[in-house]
């Protein structure tokens, strides 16, 4: 059975993996970290700043993990307003996990992200071997990470494992600080107010994906077969790719009121036009098998129904 430690578990995806891995190997087999605790606690829980190695590699230890998911990081736009924290805490963060990966033999698991592309990048259809010159700090954050991830493989045998994710939409944990984080927020004031002001300009196209399917995406990859993988990290993986007006025709096909205005968020725009409009994920449905349940419309249904309940 696996034991699996995870940094960062109160953010938008930790806090939702954690479930899913409780669910999938026992809830006791799972710990979650964070600098905060979380507001429901379901299983083993421990503060956990990641600039702090010792506490990292004490936990592990203690632990007995075999496995270690680091998700603590500042999101983008974040990032571009405190650059060199955002430098100290995704690399020093990443830095201190591979370095327990690497003491303590487990596997590990990172995410890279879109934003590891910059606007010298081929936009359609990226592929995923490419020409990287991000422009922001979070992109060269990502890009160092992913090369990083590829050195404790080769140099040291560590089993790293990473995808780049899209935007990615849920209805448990709000992003916080994110470029992709208006397609979150839209279904939210779809559902609380019948309308929403986008901060991205209409015709901005990004690759996007529904949560459950970035969780699977994560556990089929940490699951392959090592042999089969060409690529360890940074795999391109995307649902589906929209620009805020298909996003607003989706919403209205339920909600056939609600309406959307813009007022465009020069620095979050920035950000979006030096991304790709949409990703190749060959390598990924190739080597380990990638395939997206969620297309926009059934993940407007599904996200509207669930936060109507939630918040009516
Ligand atoms: C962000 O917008 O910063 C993230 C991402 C695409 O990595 N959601």
């Known amino acids: 059975m696996k034991k699996i ?35 429901h606690s379901t299983g ?34 974040t990032a571009e307003n405190n650059p060199v924290f955002a430098w100290n805490l995704n690399m020093g963060g990443l830095m201190n996990a591979l370095e327990v990966a690497r003491k303590l033999d487990l596997q590990f698991f990172t995410p890279s992200s879109i934003g590891a592309f910059g606007p010298t990048t081929q936009k359609e259809n990226t592929p995923q071997d490419t020409l990287q010159r991000p422009t922001t700090m979070y992109g060269v954050n990502k890009v160092a990470g992913e090369l990083l991830c590829d050195y404790y493989y080769t140099k040291f045998g560590v089993d790293t494992r990473g995808v780049r994710f899209p935007g990615l939409i849920s209805n448990v944990t709000p ?35 529904y949560m459950p399917d970035a969780l699977d995406a994560i556990v089929q990859l940490m699951e392959a077969d090592a042999d089969k993988l060409v690529h ?15 996003i607003e025709a989706s919403i209205k096909k339920y909600i056939p009121l609600f309406e959307m205005d813009y007022d465009v968020d020069p620095a979050r725009q920035a950000i979006a036009d030096s991304w790709p409009d949409s990703l190749d994920c060959s390598a990924a449905k190739e080597e380990w098998g990638f395939q997206a349940k969620y297309d926009l419309d059934r993940m407007t249904q599904d996200m509207l129904e669930k936060l109507t309940k939630k918040l009516k």
């Not at 109160?10 to 979380?38: F, H, M, W």
């Not at 600080?177 to 990004?206: H, L, N």
């Open 5 to 39: 430690m995870i940094t960062g578990a109160c953010g938008q995806i930790g806090s939702e993996l954690v479930e899913k891995l409780r669910k999938e190997y026992g809830r006791d087999n799972v710990l979650a970290t964070d600098i905060r605790k979380p507001a």
């Open 175 to 209: 992003p916080g600080g994110g470029t992709t984080d208006y397609a979150v927020d839209i279904y939210y004031k779809a559902v609380t107010e019948g309308k929403y002001t986008s901060y991205i300009a209409e015709g901005t196209y990004m690759d996007m994906m």
């Open 44 to 77: 083993p829980f421990e503060i956990l700043d990641v600039m702090d190695a010792e506490k990292m590699l004490q936990l592990a230890t203690d632990f007995q993990a075999d496995t270690l998911m680091h998700m603590a990081a500042l999101l983008s736009a």
């Open 232 to 246: 360890r990290n940074a795999f391109n993986i995307t649902a589906m790719s929209f620009e805020p007006s298909e």
